[in-house]
């Protein structure tokens, strides 16, 4: 199984700060994590139906790209970390 991280946002709206799912893409695994934490997940993590670019992905502390990242490869094992990048000036 995949193990997800949760940044703390996500954790206060889902009550969990991880989670495993079966999956063999990140695109997959965030379809898994949709299809478990539904409505509340899906307001944080997409806008206007678009990932929210907001949000960064790292499988093993290597950051995804963001072209292809829905198509990156998991393995059994693999650790997701979500990051929410916070900008500002």
């Known amino acids: 199984m995949v193990t997800i991280l949760f940044p703390s ?3 206060r709206v ?3 700060n ?3 799912v079966i999956a ?3 695109g997959e695994a965030i379809d898994k994590l949709i299809e478990k934490y539904g ?3 899906t307001e944080i993590m997409f806008d206007s139906g678009e990932l929210n670019r907001f949000l960064k ?7 995804i790209s963001e072209t292809d990242k829905m198509n990156a490869p998991l393995k059994p094992d693999d650790e997701i970390a979500i990051l ?3 900008g500002g000036g």
């Open 9 to 11: 946002l996500i954790s």
């Open 14 to 16: 889902i009550k969990e």
């Open 18 to 20: 991880r989670t495993e």
């Open 24 to 26: 063999e893409t990140l």
């Open 39 to 41: 409505k509340q997940l």
């Open 57 to 63: 992905f790292y499988i093993k502390g290597r950051n």
């Open 84 to 86: 929410i990048i916070i």
